[in-house]
Structure formats: C-alpha cells, structure tokens
C-alpha cells in the first residue's frame, strides 16, 4: 500500500464548476499536509497546508481534513481553464524532514 | 534574483559518465533536498540535507552522492550514470522542520542517459 494514495485522473470539470480532489494516507501519526500545483514541464509549487481537523479556506480553494479518516482533499471553487494542472498531495509524517509525496492527480478544466 | 535555482535545466550524457546538477537557494533555508519525478513514481526523495556538512539518504539514494558545504548550495552527482536514472530532477529548500515544512521547489534538470 502506498503512503499516500491520489486518483491520477485526468479529473475532467467544466469551467466554472467545483474541483474535488481527493488525497488518502497511511501513516496515522502524519502532522502536516500539502497540496502543491504542478504545471506540465515545470516545478510544483505550494497552494495550500493544512495542520489541524477541518476546512481551511484561501480564496477559491479551501483544503479539508480529517485525521480520523486518514483523508484529506482540496476542492477548487469556480474552477478555471488555468487550474488545469496536476495536484499533488503532500504529508509530512514527523522524523526527519519526511515529506511524502502522493503521485498526483491531473485536473483539466473544460471551457 | 532570490530564489532557488537549478543548472543545467538540461542535460544529455553517456551511460557511466559522471555527472553534477547544481542547485542554489539564496534564502539562507536550513533544509535543502534532492528529488527524482518519474511517471507513476512521483517525486521521491534521493537525498536530503538539514544544514551544511549535514546530509543524509532519502528513498532512493544508491548512484547518488551529495555535498553541502555551504548554505546556499547542494550538488547532486551522478557517479556513474545509468539509463535508469533519466528523470525529471528538483532541488528544494525549506525553511523549518516539524510543521513549517512547505518546500520551495527550483525549476528542475531534465536529465537523459544515453
């Protein structure tokens, strides 16, 4: 079983529409978890943390968690044809410096 | 510019060639890493580094060797390179451990073994 598990997608929605992005973890003592962009042929780059049960809000994206269930997602509000991208999932699992990253999951936004 | 920044952003070698990808912050992070992106693999982590003259393995370590004697820079070599190791190659840095641990990430070396 992998640490952390993401649909590869692609995840097709329509402009406009609500993304819903889905993340699952293995590891249950995992303190700190990520959502980072990755466009094709570039770096990823950080969207959203999230530490603690519950939403997180920031502008059109808003991170849920919930540790009980070992699940965290991101959901993309009114979505655009520029958060096409993939989305990968992060944890950070305590120790030293361990980041785990989950294989990601390609969002195309339709106009 | 400040930044984390990554060179060559490409690179074409030989099998068993020795190879260097440099990589360079300017924030003064404590926390730099090395990572290999391979369809269906991710990001994996090969190498990682918590201040200078501190390094240690990763995931995916073997054929790689690391050094870090100042802050700002932390080169990866490829001792002698393989076909299996042609991938997408990141630097990152962070700032902190435990929580703060988001990671800035450069823009990568295409790396491909011939």
């Known amino acids: 079983q992998k640490e952390v598990e993401q649909n590869s997608g692609p995840l097709s929605v329509p402009e406009g529409a609500i993304a819903s992005l889905n993340c699952t973890y293995s590891d249950r003592v995992s303190q700190s978890f990520f959502w980072y962009r990755q466009y094709s042929g570039k770096s990823p780059e950080l969207i959203m943390s999230?530490?603690?049960?519950g939403d997180k809000e920031d502008g059109r994206f808003t991170a849920q968690l919930n540790k009980a269930s070992q699940y965290v997602s991101l959901l993309i509000r009114d979505s655009q044809p520029s958060d096409s991208a993939t989305y990968l999932c992060a944890v950070y699992s305590g120790g030293y410096q361990k980041v785990t990253f989950g294989t990601g999951t390609k969002l195309q936004v339709i106009p | 510019d400040a930044g984390i920044t990554q060179s060559p952003r490409y690179k074409i070698t030989e099998t068993g060639r020795q190879v260097t990808l440099m990589c360079h912050q300017t924030?003064?992070?404590?926390?730099m890493f090395w990572y290999r992106q391979d369809l269906g693999h991710g990001l994996r982590l090969i190498y990682y580094?918590?201040?200078?003259?501190?390094?240690d393995k990763g995931e995916v370590p073997d054929g790689y060797v690391v050094s870090r004697s100042k802050t700002e820079n932390f080169p990866l070599t490829l001792e002698s390179a393989t076909r299996s190791q042609t991938s997408v190659y990141f630097c990152?840095?962070?700032?902190?451990?435990?929580?703060?641990?988001?990671?800035?990430f450069g823009q990568g070396t295409r790396l491909t073994v011939v």
């Open positions: 990152a840095s962070s700032r902190d451990r435990g929580q703060n641990t988001e990671a800035f």
């Open positions: 580094s918590a201040a200078a003259d501190i390094t």
């Open positions: 924030w003064s992070h404590s926390y």
């Open positions: 999230i530490y603690s049960n």
